[in-house]
């Protein structure tokens, strides 16, 4: 096989189909008989210079594929399966890498550093393979220039697969002193110039203890600076995003270095090309990240306070900032506004001064108004659009007062530019600039109504009209209108919108049947604008509401209509049954939320379910999704009626209970059981059983992804609540579930934010499904069956108070809980609670707690406790 494994990698690659499947069955085969011989045959493939540049890649492409996958439970498979390789076996196929570094062919080079890296992802936690990083190291600087620059390549992707507390200090010094020296300008070869920049971007992570010395910082920050000056494009822009993540990662160690960087950042985005002057201005929106999440965080209000780790290094510079941003406004391209991913040095200007006003506030306004005066009237379309863009930009940060005196001139402004410039980027713009207006500026708290039933109509006038206009307006203008409805989502009795309902309506029905709603997103803003208006509408439109549901209805059949349809056909086809479950999920909560529209709406709750069953049998994942929260709103709507539509509707609420693929459609269809019970009560237990079964069958999946198992506890909360005691036959099945998830759950330390997040969202689910088991069995003659689990359960409630990392909700939840336990078993409880570590110092922490949600269940709780003691 060795001998032909050249030909059949070739064969693979074969334009003629027969051709390559044949050979792709044939290494299937290979793999599966005999796999150590397999990636011996491959690696050899790769090492091998007398062999075919194609043969090779694929040889290394299959190797790195054997060694990872993107699906998490795949990836522990592959990792496991090359652990218990036979140790020769690995010896052989690491030398064959190491020495495909050497080869004179480039691309071979590269795929070796890829696949050594994930041999070392895999085998350096292990503590195996302990001698790579030093055999790479050795002598790198009397290397050819060929080699270094495939050693210091596999050195950057070492640090992308391995995590920091992997590698020692003393290799990190060495992996750092070998890169930094590889980027020097005294180093000839760009090449290798170049891997060792890139090789630094990885390594940064690494270098915590570096960057903390003030010398090798100085060092790395000067080599770094350096290597944007040079005459190489790739190099300037790989040392420019090393300073983007440096200023992320290493913010509180940048006030020596800012002025140095402010010259060259400056230079960069006024002279260099493109790719550069991008990374240049990230530089600065990557500041403005870090010193609004550091602002947010100590709130604002910490004036002498010299612990705040903020050194305003955007206030600092922003008299020349701002200016340098604002000229990058008039680099627009001819067509961004048709382009979906268009992204240019114009839009990456804007979007950094739409941060810079978030960062510093009203401090930006005077900076920028001169420059909106001196363009928003000149010849040059340019011009205009750069102006009204940077007004757009600059809404969300400052104060409202600081800007209502300069949005009343505006505003006028927009509006005619919207109907008379004859640049579509201008109108464009002026539509975008409009929805900022009424997103920030617009709504029950700010004082001063830009919005007044002088201009309204005039408002909504320009942009009806402007939905006629080109898509890329037309969308803007919908997006407009939504936030203009938004701002009206609690006005009372009364909104001024409902004298326009009907034109509104009406406008963006007709904007979803334009030929070209397909482009720039149209169709789907306009029927989000439609959902967001019905959404914020009052009583008094609620019979124009009413006649929407068969005109929506209508709708849907028609997509419903059978013709055979190509794959892109039926992809558009499903995303618009997608738009129009939406529509109705929304109706149906507007009309349900009122009782006598809700009386008047039942009678089409039929027709309505029928056309959503209809929207299942053509099964595509997006429309499911869709469908199934409409059907979670209907059941919330119809109550215990709903029972009447299970016997149809349930096999399909199966269906998306084992959709681990699209592990969406699971999340959502769990949220939509939780629904039934609370519309169906006792009315579902014929079906708990099936609906039990597979959520214990999604538990202990590990193929669904994991952000789905929060929801299912809290679930098996909702089912017990619905069928009170006769959940008494799953508890020896959920009971040590949950009781498992809460041993993993409740001790986290050292965990990075997104994990404790996700324990938090775990926790909760568990507390929640405690609870509604609790309250289920309440006054039932069965509440003894819950005794036994309650140590483990104020174990549990110890334990995550201990941790000291909990957020409000899962306080709220936890402190419920408590009390749910007192209520629940009442003297049974009382002295398990008195025991309890901690319970008394929780309780006295919730009751004092500022959030009136966790005060008000601590109150609760307290009572239900002092009842279960005193008993």
């Known amino acids: 096989m060795a001998m032909e494994v050249t030909q059949v990698l070739l064969n693979a690659q074969s334009i003629d189909g027969t051709v390559r499947k044949h050979a792709e069955d044939s290494l299937k085969q290979f793999q599966e008989q005999n796999l150590p011989s397999f990636l011996l045959s491959l690696s050899g493939e790769l090492a091998n210079d007398d062999k075919p540049i194609d043969s090779r890649k694929l040889a290394g492409l299959i190797l790195k594929n054997a060694l990872d996958a993107k699906e998490q439970h795949r990836k522990f498979e592959l990792v496991q399966r090359w652990l218990s390789l036979d140790v020769n076996v690995k010896t052989q196929i690491k030398a064959c890498l190491l020495k495909t570094l050497t080869s004179p062919v480039p691309d071979a080079r590269s795929t070796a550093s890829q696949v050594i890296a994930k041999i070392a992802g895999i085998e350096l936690p292990q503590k195996q393979w302990p001698e790579l990083i030093g055999s790479l190291l050795s002598n790198i600087h009397q290397l050819p220039a060929h080699v270094k620059q495939a050693t210091l390549e596999t050195l950057g992707y070492l640090c992308e697969e391995v995590s920091p507390d992997v590698v020692d200090q003393d290799h990190v010094n060495k992996i750092l002193t070998a890169v930094v020296q590889g980027m020097n300008a005294n180093e000839g070869n760009n090449d290798v110039r170049l891997a060792a920049t890139r090789a630094l971007y990885n390594a940064l992570s690494f270098a915590q203890a570096n960057f903390s010395n003030d010398m090798e910082r100085d060092y790395i920050m000067r080599v770094v600076c350096e290597a944007t000056q040079s005459t190489d494009l790739k190099i300037r822009q790989a040392a420019f995003e090393c300073l983007v993540s440096i200023s992320s990662t290493y913010y509180e160690k940048l006030a020596p270095y800012m002025q140095d960087i402010y010259s060259i950042t400056a230079k960069a985005v006024r002279e260099d090309e493109e790719p550069v002057a991008l990374q240049a201005i990230e530089f600065w929106s990557s500041i403005c990240d870090e010193e609004i999440d550091i602002l947010e965080e100590y709130g604002g209000d910490f004036t002498g306070d010299s612990d705040i780790p903020c050194f305003y290094f955007i206030k600092q510079a922003l008299p020349a900032l701002v200016p340098m941003l604002l000229e990058t406004l008039l680099k627009q391209e001819e067509d961004q506004d048709q382009d979906e991913g268009a992204w240019n040095i114009a839009m990456a200007g804007g979007t950094c001064l739409g941060l810079v006003a978030r960062t510093v506030g009203d401090d930006i306004v005077p900076l920028v108004i001169p420059f909106i005066e001196e363009n928003i009237t000149k010849p040059d379309w340019r011009q205009r659009e750069a102006a009204t863009y940077a007004f757009?930009?600059?809404?969300?940060?400052?104060?409202?007062?600081?800007?209502?005196?300069?949005?009343?001139?505006?505003?006028?402004?927009?509006?005619?530019?919207?109907?008379?410039?004859?640049?579509?980027?201008?109108?464009?713009?002026?539509?975008?600039?409009?929805?900022?207006?009424?997103?920030?500026?617009?709504?029950?708290?700010?004082?001063?109504?830009?919005?007044?039933?002088?201009?309204?109509?005039?408002?909504?006038?320009?942009?009806?009209?402007?939905?006629?206009?080109?898509?890329?307006?037309?969308?803007?203008?919908?997006?407009?209108?939504?936030?203009?409805?938004?701002?009206?989502?609690?006005?009372?009795?009364?909104?001024?919108l409902t004298p326009f309902f009907q034109e509104i309506v009406q406008s963006l029905l007709t904007v979803t049947h334009r030929e070209d709603a397909g482009e720039s997103r149209l169709r789907t803003a306009a029927y989000e604008t439609l959902n967001e208006v019905v959404r914020s509408s009052t009583d008094e439109t609620a019979p124009m509401v009413l006649q929407l549901v068969p005109v929506i209805m209508m709708e849907l059949h028609k997509t419903l209509e059978g013709q055979k349809l190509s794959s892109d056909e039926r992809e558009k086809q499903s995303e618009l049954q997608g738009l129009l479950c939406g529509c109705l999920q929304v109706i149906i909560q507007k009309l349900g939320s009122a009782e006598p529209t809700k009386y008047v709406f039942m009678q089409y709750a039929?027709?309505?379910?029928?056309?959503?069953?209809?929207?299942?049998?053509?099964?595509?994942?997006?429309?499911?999704?869709?469908?199934?929260?409409?059907?979670?709103?209907?059941?919330?709507?119809?109550?215990?009626?709903?029972?009447?539509?299970?016997?149809?509707f349930y096999k399909y609420l199966e269906m998306g209970l084992q959709n681990f693929e699209e592990y969406q459609v699971c999340a959502v269809t769990v949220g939509v059981?939780?629904?039934?019970?609370?519309?169906?009560?006792?009315?579902?237990?014929?079906?708990?059983?099936?609906?039990?079964?597979?959520?214990?069958?999604?538990?202990?999946?590990?193929?669904?992804?994991?952000?789905?198992?929060?929801?299912?506890?809290?679930?098996?909360?909702?089912?017990?609540?619905?069928?009170?005691?006769?959940?008494?036959?799953?508890?020896?099945?959920?009971?040590?579930?949950?009781?498992?998830?809460?041993?993993?759950?409740?001790h986290t330390?050292?965990?990075?934010?997104?994990?404790?997040?996700?324990?938090n969202s775990l926790r909760n689910g568990i507390l929640e499904a405690y609870s509604g088991i609790f309250q289920g069995f309440k006054n039932s003659p069965k509440t003894q069956l819950l005794i036994p689990y309650a140590p483990h359960i104020l174990q549990f409630l110890d334990s995550i108070y201990m941790e000291k990392d909990m957020d409000e909700v899962v306080m709220k939840t936890a402190i419920g809980l408590l009390g749910d336990l007192a209520d629940t078993l009442g003297s049974n409880a009382g002295s398990l609670i008195q025991q309890s570590l901690s319970s008394k110092d929780f309780l006295n922490e919730c009751l004092s707690s500022d959030d009136h949600m966790i005060k008000e269940s601590a109150e609760w709780a307290k009572l239900a406790i002092s009842k279960a003691i005193s008993v």
């Open 392 to 496: 757009g930009s600059i809404l969300e940060g400052p104060s409202p007062d600081k800007l209502v005196h300069v949005v009343n001139v505006a505003l006028t402004f927009m509006l005619n530019a919207l109907t008379k410039d004859p640049n579509n980027h201008v109108k464009d713009t002026s539509a975008w600039t409009l929805g900022r207006i009424f997103e920030f500026l617009h709504g029950s708290t700010i004082d001063t109504p830009i919005i007044t039933p002088a201009n309204c109509q005039q408002i909504i006038t320009v942009l009806l009209q402007s939905m006629k206009d080109t898509p890329n307006v037309a969308e803007k203008a919908c997006g407009a209108l939504y936030f203009l409805a938004q701002g009206y989502e609690d006005v009372g009795p009364s909104s001024p």
């Open 606 to 648: 039929d027709q309505i379910m029928g056309l959503f069953l209809r929207v299942f049998a053509c099964r595509s994942a997006t429309v499911h999704e869709e469908a199934m929260l409409a059907i979670g709103a209907l059941a919330y709507a119809t109550g215990p009626d709903f029972a009447k539509y299970m016997p149809e």
């Open 673 to 746: 059981v939780g629904d039934i019970c609370r519309a169906l009560e006792e009315k579902i237990l014929p079906y708990c059983d099936g609906i039990m079964t597979q959520l214990l069958k999604d538990l202990s999946s590990n193929q669904l992804h994991r952000s789905v198992k929060p929801p299912i506890f809290s679930c098996f909360g909702d089912i017990a609540l619905a069928i009170g005691e006769n959940f008494e036959k799953y508890l020896m099945y959920a009971m040590p579930m949950l009781q498992s998830a809460a041993d993993l759950s409740a």
């Open 749 to 759: 330390s050292g965990a990075d934010d997104d994990m404790t997040e996700y324990t």
